[in-house]
T-cell receptor, first 111, second 112 residues
Framework: SQTIHQWPATLVQPVGSPLSLECTVEGTSNPNLYWYRQAAGRGLQLLFYSVGIGQISSEVPQNLSASRPQDRQFILSSKKLLLSDSGFYLC??????????FGPGTRLTVL | GDSVTQMEGPVTLSEEAFLTINCTYTATGYPSLFWYVQYPGEGLQLLLKATKADDKGSNKGFEATYRKETTSFHLEKGSVQVSDSAVYFCALTTTGGFKTIFGAGTRLFVKA
């Protein structure tokens, strides 16, 4: 089965600072990869998805970006964080109709 | 567009009570349906799934039946435990398995 790794687990950053969250996948090849954000007590908001190296689709316009430099690596970035970027960021991988595998998440607090 | 609607929480039950969390969906084609569970501070875990009409997904005492006629996928458990306290998400994957649409989540509290 697949394993999703995310780091860091928690992050506290000042407003206006840059961001880089990394996600790596084990146990599969050529997966579809996803970044979600979950605000406190809320549901999941799909931010980006990728069907292959260098292929990124954005679901919500904002100051975040994503990149997929390798088949099993997915990176979420920002040049300047906003207060509203605080939340729980989840990376996920899926193949076919087997459902999504989620990473443990990164809790980001922007102060 | 495709969507998932699930009952708002929180749902508070006593241990050994019967659980139902309602979920209905709107989708074109023949989606696959899922229930995910999220324990505090963790990512989501797949709880169960059903890929076609009348399929019953089950795991850890939870079950849900894919009802095409009522476009529903209600989650049930006959006897809940304190350890079942978590947030439960209903979801569908569109035909082709490209995107997953999640419901808003239902928080369950089980009291001893």
């Amino acid at each position: 089965s697949q394993t999703i790794h995310q780091w860091p687990a928690t992050l506290v950053q000042p407003v206006g600072s840059p961001l880089s969250l990394e996600c790596t996948v084990e146990g599969t090849s050529n997966p579809n990869l996803y970044w979600y954000r979950q605000a406190a007590g809320r549901g999941l908001q799909l931010l980006f998805y990728s069907v292959g190296i260098g292929q990124i689709s954005s679901e919500v316009p904002q100051n975040l970006s994503a990149s997929r430099p390798q088949d099993r690596q997915f990176i979420l970035s920002s040049k300047k964080l906003l207060l509203s970027d605080s939340g729980f960021y989840l990376c996920a991988s899926v193949q076919g109709s087997h459902g999504q595998y989620f990473g443990p998440g990164t809790r980001l607090t922007v102060l | 567009g495709d969507s998932v609607t699930q009952m708002e929480g929180p749902v508070t039950l006593s241990e050994e009570a019967f659980l139902t969390i309602n979920c209905t969906y709107t989708a074109t084609g023949y989606p696959s349906l899922f229930w995910y569970v999220q324990y505090p501070g963790e990512g989501l875990q797949l709880l169960l799934k059903a890929t076609k009409a009348d399929d019953k997904g089950s795991n850890k005492g939870f079950e849900a039946t894919y009802r095409k006629e009522t476009t529903s996928f209600h989650l049930e458990k006959g006897s809940v435990q304190v350890s079942d306290s978590a947030v439960y998400f209903c979801a569908l994957t569109t035909t082709g398995g490209f995107k997953t649409i999640f419901g808003a989540g239902t928080r369950l509290f089980v009291k001893a």
